[in-house]
């Protein structure tokens, strides 16, 4: 079995023919190469650090023996140099690197493995995380039990900036929730923690400066600058940055419902319960406002050690701008462009205090105006071309759009998401002005309980995108690997699979017939949340206080049963003609068990909760487009073509069915689609064929 080399190609850590159990790497590394032979793991593994790294390698290195021993039984000791003896892993620290994490920090590493041990080679000790990040991913099992594939490997990221956004201001999130997901950033080496930290529903950090912020806007749910600091250096020690996010001048209602004064136009102000765009916003004119983010920012500064803080800036309306005669007569007298100057004006005043404090500021793409600072990073909601303009006129930037985990899109659109246009004209200075991307996680329709499974793992596609070479692009791939990395994350802690299912347990009220539960358990993994900001249209009177455990709370935002049927699909029907009973079965199957769930929801369990009781029309509507596919599946299977008046007819039924129902969808709706249109002869798209 001979060596072979897997460097910047799509089809990484696929072609490995000959090599057993291949790897699955998340994030795709820049250079692989297999070689022959293996490291067998058992017992006690001997090992050995050697130069100048700090204790954040010794703590990694507990956390890797931790989990070992939980997976395989396996742990780590330190050799005794009295006692000669192989040595498992030697790591090879040059230094220990900033203490604090730092962008654009050297994040590279070198991995070796051959049958008498493996060696890790970094310059840093985050390069040596990262390092073992994807060491922790290697482990392979066979007859002969457990080992590491022989492997030598060079890796580095493609983009410094490479973040996941928490808003913890529209529901909140307690530091437990952070401290999982951060574990599970460090895994896929994301290297930015977001904090979205006030917003019009809350004010979530402590002020002792100003404590009436936390007190009168945050319901009591806050972040103590205890809990604030060890976040921070829980981040730290897996080299994670952390950014903090005061949103300003707009989305202020937590800040003015103890500060009246402050805002555009009189209050009183109580905290926002709804989602959307509200009206208040500080008001600029007020050198009142200045001395109290002054105060605030300066204080704020001593907690948060990262040279950056994001102003928000988003959002701004402009409606009590344009209401207060006064702002309109101050907005004039400086010869102030409209409300675009006057938040322009705003944004220079903040970062003057930043700059005081010694912090630069981030802020989203309303920021970007005519004398904006020189070194502020503009993040981009509103896409690519958004910060190629901005790298265009001197300014940092990182993407968002694309990476709203919060709209459940599936992983492929965000790992064909790339920061950088494909054929862009931006010149070599100005494309390494675009430091990288944000995953966001918005708040609105999560709780403690679900977060993680709108994080995970799809954000690990995101992961890849930011750190991988641009050429990694095989979706099939990356969903391949995907399913490992989600079973290496649920080890480490999150909670992507385990949270949803309690609430399934909940939904089906108390301890169903195994049946039953099977039959749960199918139909929510065969669903989807709706997509977009769809769920907002469809649950207006939704609020801070709802109940967020319904089928759409329950169900992953891509359901991996309707992605596989949807790939059987296509393919069989790309080959053409007759289907073969083996291609079929799989289809057959899945259609099958779809259709006995769903009758058994709807006829067994829809008694058990309301939320189930609401749910019943889906799971009938799921019975019945099984039944169709079912249906379809065997006229292609027989040969035959079914009328004009059976396609109307079962196209009809899939129409009905396709309408949500709790904020919950059928995806498997538009592959069925295609085998009716094939058993009809009318082409997998619905047309006839010429």
Known sequence: MGAGLIALAPELLQAQAGIPGPCEIVPAPAELTFQAGRLPMKGVLAVA????????????????????????????????????????LRIECAGPGPAVPTLGEDESYELAVSPGGAVLRAATTVGALRGLATLVQLPQRDSAGWHLPAITLRDSPRFPWRGLMIDVARHWQPPGVIERNLDAMALVKLNVLHLHLTDDQGFRIESRSHPELCAQGSDGRY????????????????????????DLPGHATSWVVSHPELASLPGPYSIERHWGVFNPVLDPTKEEVYRLLDDFLGEMSGIFPDPWVHIGGDENNGVQWSANPRIQAFL?????????????????????????HGKRMVGWDEILAPGLAGGTVIQSWRGAGSLAA????????????????????????????????????????????????????????VTPDTIDSR??????????????????????????????????????GSMQAKGPEALARRL??????????????????????????????????????????GIADCAQP?????????????????????????????????????????????????????????????????????????????????????????????????????PPVSAAELPMIPPIRRLVAAAAGMGSGGESPP
Do not use: C
């Open 332 to 356: 004039r007298a400086r010869g102030l462009d409209g409300n675009a100057g006057l938040q322009a004006y705003f944004n220079g005043r903040v970062g003057a205090i930043l700059a005081r």
């Open 455 to 492: 994080i995970w793992p799809r954000t690990a596609a995101i992961a890849e995108r930011l750190w991988s070479p641009r050429e990694v692009r095989d979706v099939a791939d990356m969903y391949r690997r995907l399913d490992a990395i989600s079973a290496r994350l649920e080890e480490g």
């Open 49 to 88: 650090v050697v130069g100048n790294p700090d204790n954040r390698l010794r703590a990694a290195l507990a956390r890797l023996g931790k989990l070992w021993s939980n997976r395989m039984g396996i742990g780590f000791e330190d050799p005794d140099p009295a006692v000669p003896g192989p040595i498992f």
């Open 508 to 549: 089906a009220g108390g301890d169903p017939d195994p049946s039953d539960r099977e039959a749960l358990r199918i139909f929510l993994e065969a669903i989807e949340p709706v997509k977009g900001y769809e769920r907002g249209m469809l649950q207006p009177w939704s609020v801070q206080s709802t109940p967020l455990d």
């Open 223 to 246: 972040f103590t600058q205890e809990q604030m600091r060890d976040i921070v250096a829980y981040a730290a020690s897996r080299g994670i940055r952390v950014v903090p996010e005061f």
């Open 558 to 658: 891509e359901s991996r049963s309707a992605r596989v049927f949807a790939g059987d699909v296509d393919r069989a029907l790309a080959a053409g003609g007759r289907l073969e009973p083996a291609v079929a079965a799989p289809m057959i199957s899945q259609l099958a068990a779809w259709g006995r769930a769903g009758s058994r929801v709807a006829e067994n369990l829809s008694g058990r909760s309301a939320a189930l009781k609401e749910a019943a029309p889906l799971a009938r509507a799921l019975a019945k487009v099984s039944a169709t596919g079912l249906d379809a599946v065997g006229e292609l299977v027989a040969g035959g073509a079914r009328s004009r008046a059976w396609f109307a007819a079962q196209s009809a039924i899939l129409d009905s069915a396709a």
């Open 390 to 445: 901005a790298a265009r006129l001197g300014y940092d930037g990182v993407l968002s759009n694309g990476y709203y985990i919060d709209l459940m899109q599936p992983a492929g659109s965000h790992y064909l998401n790339d920061p950088i246009q494909e054929g862009t004209s931006l010149t070599e200075v100005e494309r390494r002005r675009i430091l990288g991307g944000e995953a966001t996680m918005w708040s609105e329709w």
